[in-house]
């Protein structure tokens, strides 16, 4: 519908609801002038007596006769005189029958509208009876005109009750339904009418009130009620010229199909997946092919109360009776075993109706049933191919190697391309794309582990020739991924094994994190280092969702997992001897289960290389040993132990070499003669350097001999 359009309905529908108040005050006028003719006829007796003329008046309006007796029954009886009766004063006007017709046929003309009125929407909408719709319109015309009031006092003979009643309706209109008073009819069940009611007053004549939103509903005026806008967001409207790739918008088709053939009773919709974007992109698809906005909830605002959830329930149900809306319900975080936020969950999935978008990982039990669909990721090659139109023709290459190094969904994709594109650095549009998506991935590891801020290189890393050959052949695994599991069709082969996993054992300071540091900076990848003291619980199962929870969230990443002293995680599974024993070999088969189905680069170090489970090994692609180093191996390490910009003077590397110390101490005791010379002044002597080292030994616990510390004279007054 245009703006002008929109104007025209708009003036349509106020002429509609000018007609329909104009007849509703000539009704209540009719009504109140009624007794007053009888009783100018001469007719009336006093109170308690009933005359010809009511009595036919009582058959044209039996329910509005029986209450307004009623009330004159509740009345003290006045004492019997030889006085006249006291008539009721005459109307200054009298309302025909002629003119009430007359204000119907307007009435009927105006609602002639297309689209049509407002209120006439409404009651199709609900169901409305024709008793229920005059009742809905005399509350909405107490809103919108000042004189209803006035006309409800004077028609119910009672300046206390100046607001409309059921009791008013009853009399009011023709076929009168009782049960529209019912809790489960559609006026009080959906909340379009809200009754002010007192414990002392009965229930017909309670104050009838028009619920807010349908008030301005019937002004034409649309919007998200109230109370529910604070539990709900808009999830975003996906533009027509946004499309779905092929693996995803077959799942988009299959939930729209499914919601047609459910129609009217339509069940929730489960989208079970690690992935919320891909998700949400697909619901969003969903939604806009069935003309729906889609609004998002997170599961944990879902009131805890049975009452408040129900008021939540219905009034979401009635927007959605109302206006083109769905609802996208995150649950993905919702603890299962946890009344908190599980228990209202259940509850609102069994009673909500409407088109409701379920964001779970695993499916939940709804007992009227539900349908779940998987929805995962863009396939590698559709990953790839928006690579490629990112970077422009001739980047298939680079294209297919962020691919294989990051699993983004294709918002994601879209909004780091357009974001390096804009972005006015001098770097290369690669390096551009590549730190974006390396930033936008690792968010989620950054909270549930330490990232290490790799600096070493090759030339730093003093090794075997074997073990050096070892890490380069780990790196080369992590950067042709793509190549050999999509182009090369191993991915096709294989559903489980399609990440890397390697072990690290040795001794404390051979190089096992540096090792790390290396092939996260060649691959330009982030390190991250798995803090155990966030990770492992003594609560039974919060291990494995700590676990489980950091595995998703550096699943799609290109985050490398370095978990150190790994033998306290994965070590042995014993003989169960006690209920901790078999709660902690639960642990290890979870962790044997989950590294090998992870996708990305796992690294594990320890200093006891015995203490892990044999189950590990068949999983582990790569076991690199880090020895203690020979005296070639330290000698390269004094050599490169200090940057280029320390001042050093007759450092005899050949003798530093004969100390026995691993890389790690080496760098300690570098660090250490480097303060010391700083504050003694420089250069770095070799009696600052082996001071140092007798430090060093004495902290690792290995013996000491004096005589290989003897440099000189200055020596042992600097050592005293």
């Known amino acids: ?163 409309p009643t059921f009791g008013l309706a009853f009399a009011l209109f023709d076929a009168p339904a009782w049960d529209a008073r019912s809790p489960e009819n559609p006026l009080r069940h959906w909340r379009l009418l809200e009754l002010n009611r007192p414990w002392t007053h009965p229930l017909t004549s309670t104050a009838l009130r028009a619920d807010e939103r349908i008030v301005n509903f019937a002004k034409g005026l649309n919007h998200l009620d109230d109370r529910i806008a604070p539990f709900v967001t808009p999830l975003g409207p996906a533009n027509a010229t946004d499309e779905l790739p092929a693996s995803q918008q077959g ?124 929805v995962d990721k863009p396939t590698a090659a559709e990953q790839r191919g928006l690579w490629t139109t990112t970077l422009g023709e001739g980047r298939e290459s680079e294209a297919a190697q962020l691919a294989s190094q990051f699993s983004l969904s294709l918002p994601a994709i879209a909004r780091i391309g357009a974001d390096a594109l ?28 330490q990232r290490v801020d790799a600096k070493a290189t090759w030339e730093d890393l003093v090794l075997p020739a074997s073990e050096v050959v070892l890490l380069r052949q780990i790196a080369a695994h992590v950067d042709g991924r793509g190549r050999v599991y999509d182009d090369w069709g191993f991915r096709q082969r294989m559903n489980r094994g399609l990440g890397i996993s390697a072990l690290f054992a040795g001794e404390s300071g051979t190089g096992k994190t540096m090792a790390a540091e290396v092939i996260a900076n060649e691959l330009n990848l982030s390190l991250h280092r798995i803090d155990l003291s966030s990770i492992v619980s003594k609560w039974v199962g919060e291990t494995e969702k700590n676990l489980q929870q950091l595995f998703n969230a550096a699943e799609d990443s290109s985050s490398i997992l370095f978990f150190d002293e790994a033998d306290a995680l994965f070590g042995k599974r014993t003989e169960v001897q006690q209920s901790q024993d078999r709660f902690a070999n639960i642990e290890i088969n979870f962790l044997l289960q989950r590294i090998e189905a992870y996708r990305g680069l796992a690294i594990l170090a320890t200093n006891m290389k015995s203490a892990i489970d044999p189950g590990f090994y068949r999983r582990l692609r790569f076991v690199v040993n880090f020895a203690f180093p020979g005296p070639e191996e330290r000698r390269a390490m004094w050599q490169r132990a200090f940057p280029a910009q320390v001042p050093t003077e007759g450092l005899d590397f050949d003798r530093l070499a004969r100390l026995p110390l691993t890389g790690g101490s080496i760098h300690n005791v570098a660090l250490s003669a480097a303060f010391l010379a700083a504050k003694r002044g420089p250069p770095v002597t070799m009696p600052i350097v082996l001071d140092a080292a007798r430090t060093e030994l004495r902290k690792i616990g290995k013996p000491v001999h004096e005589a290989d510390f003897k440099w000189s004279d200055k020596v042992v007054e600097l050592t005293r």
């Open 251 to 374: 799942v988009a088709d299959e939930i729209v199909g499914a919601l047609e053939r459910d129609q009217p009773q339509l069940r929730p919709i489960q989208l079970l997946g690690p992935d919320s974007a891909s998700k949400q992109a697909v619901a969003r698809a969903s939604a806009r092919r069935l003309g729906a906005n889609l609004y998002r909830m997170p599961a944990e605002l879902l009131p805890a109360q049975p009452a408040d959830l129900d008021t939540l329930v219905r009034l979401w149900q009635r927007e959605t009776l109302l206006m083109p809306v769905a609802l996208y319900l995150e649950a993905s975080d919702v603890d299962r075993s946890a009344d908190a936020h599980a228990t209202p969950l259940r509850r609102f999935l069994m009673h909500v109706g409407g088109v409701v978008f379920v964001e779970a990982r695993e499916t939940w039990p709804v007992p009227q049933g539900s349908r779940s669909f998987d």
């Open 1 to 163: 519908m245009t703006a002008s359009d929109l104007a025209t309905w708009q003036e349509s529908n106020d002429a509609y609801l000018s007609a329909a108040i104009e007849w509703l005050r000539l009704l209540l006028q009719r009504h109140t002038t009624m007794p007053m003719q009888n009783a100018a006829l001469g007719k009336a007796l006093p109170h308690g007596h009933a005359t010809a003329a009511a009595a036919s008046d009582a058959d044209a309006h039996p329910m509005w006769w029986r209450f307004r007796r009623t009330r004159v029954r509740a009345s003290p009886p006045e004492p019997e005189t030889n006085a006249p009766p006291l008539l009721l004063p005459s109307p200054s006007f009298e309302v025909s029958e002629a003119s009430v017709n007359e204000a119907y046929e307007r009435l009927r003309a105006a609602e002639g509208i297309d689209p049509p009125p407002a209120l006439r929407v409404l009651a199709n909408a609900f169901n409305l009876s024709q008793f229920e719709r005059d009742v809905l319109l005399l509350a909405v015309a107490m809103e919108l005109d000042t004189r209803i009031a006035g006309l409800c006092a004077e028609a119910q003979d009672d300046a206390s009750l100046p607001f």
């Open 422 to 449: 804009a972005d006015e650095d001098a770097r290369p549009l690669r390096d551009r794309i590549w730190t974006r998506a390396a930033r936008h991935t690792r968010l989620n590891v950054d909270a549930l582990a």
